[in-house]
């Protein structure tokens, strides 16, 4: 069995067979052409699916997947100059979860009002998924900073109780205290 790789290791791997694991980001078709765009957690790839070396039944499935359906390719990674990643996938098998998907229009110009009231699908858009990684790296080098110099980071429990006023505004707090040295 090939290989599971994600989409940003992909060019380590031209040449070899691999296996995808993703969601169908978007699709397009030209004839006996399909051109899948597989989105995983680290980015989107190019799989493209050719009639006449998969067969009539692979090819009818991937005609008839929808936005966002959770998908396994398997296929050999080659070199593509014209690709944002510098590479392609051409698919070899395509397999599809079973579940009924409705179309969902998060990138087609989709108000704010659908992607708040969505925000499973929004948080899969490209500015979503750039802003939560800028976040995360923030919150990483505080971190790296903090434990550096020794701090330990305390999560105190919640002290809620259950039916009295005022509940709302106790929280949780979160506080960093240094090690004795």
């Known amino acids: ?67 966002e359906a959770s998908i396994i390719v398997t296929g050999t990674v080659r070199e593509d100059a014209r690709s944002p990643i510098g590479v392609e996938v051409g698919v070899k098998t395509c397999k599809s979860s079973r579940c009924r998907l409705r179309t969902f229009p998060f990138r087609q110009g989709a108000r704010t009002a659908f992607l708040m009231e969505q925000r499973h699908l929004w948080l899969r858009s490209r500015k979503q998924v750039a802003v939560l990684r800028v976040r995360a790296e923030i919150v990483r080098q505080i971190r790296n900073y903090f434990d550096s110099r020794g701090f330990v980071l305390m999560d105190a429990p919640i002290f809620t109780p259950s039916a009295c006023e005022g509940t709302p505004t106790c929280s949780r707090s979160t506080t960093s205290t240094r090690r004795p040295t």
């Open 1 to 67: 069995m090939p290989t599971h790789v994600y989409v940003e290791d992909l060019k380590k791997h031209v040449g070899a067979e691999v296996t995808l694991k993703g969601w169908l980001y978007n699709m397009a078709g030209k004839g006996k052409l399909a051109f899948l765009q597989l989105r995983d957690g680290t980015g989107v790839v190019q799989c493209v699916v050719v009639k006449a070396e998969v067969g009539d039944e692979v090819f009818a499935r991937a005609g008839m997947l929808k936005q």
